[in-house]
């Protein structure tokens, strides 16, 4: 049986917008999950190494027909590592938060990515956390609260690193925006501050306030 049988048969073919308009009004919640970066954007992106089409919140309403009022709750989710993946660097080449080899946090957060995520260091390039970026996304999207991933792979990381701004050697300053220039983009410099890590597994821990002193400063100064 062909695929298109399949779906029709099953129903599984119908008109989205007119589907999820008629679920809102039936008071049932609905989950939209973007799978790309809102630094990835076409519009509001890193231009020209963005995605083709809406990677932001305003995705939902002019890719699924859902008004903008009926838009409740915007979470951000993010990873306390940059994670990205080495094909998508033979486009940007390189960006400014990128730990190297020569790094001493290099090999604990390769080690901890490998064995726990199974994201391999021949497929993926790391860095630190880019604040700079999650207050653009932040402004994009008016987020409502944010997740973070990966925080566990920072188990055993001496001194965490927080890239709060871009500077460039003509002096600009870049903290709550990206670099209009794609080849500014190319020079900027990450401003760090830095944070002291801690040595503990937080497997068992579900409750904020059970999480060790340094891994609660490193979510509130993410706040």
Known sequence: MAL?????????????????????????????????????????GLYPFTDSFHTTTGAVCSGLGVPEDAIETQIGVFSAISIIRKG????????????????PAYESIRSRLESEYDIHSRDFAFGWTDLNLIRHAELINKLSSIMVTHIDVL?????????????????????????????????????????????????????????????????????
């Open 4 to 44: 298109r049988d399949v779906l029709i048969d099953n129903k599984l073919v119908d008109d989205t917008v007119v589907l999820l308009n008629k679920e809102m009004k039936n008071k049932r919640r609905i989950l939209v999950e973007d799978a790309s970066s809102s630094s990835m954007d076409i519009d509001t």
């Open 155 to 223: 188990n055993g990381v001496e001194n965490i690193k927080l890239a709060t701004k871009y500077t460039t050697e003509d002096k600009e300053v870049f903290d709550q925006s990206l670099p209009a220039n794609i080849d500014v983009w190319e020079k900027v410099v990450p401003q760090y501050t830095e944070l002291p890590g801690w040595n503990q597994c937080l497997a068992k821990h579900e409750d904020f306030q059970d999480l060790p002193v340094e891994a609660q400063g490193f979510i509130r100064k993410l706040e």
């Open 88 to 103: 998508f660097l033979k486009r940007i080449q390189d960006f400014p938060t990128h730990i190297k080899e020569d790094d």
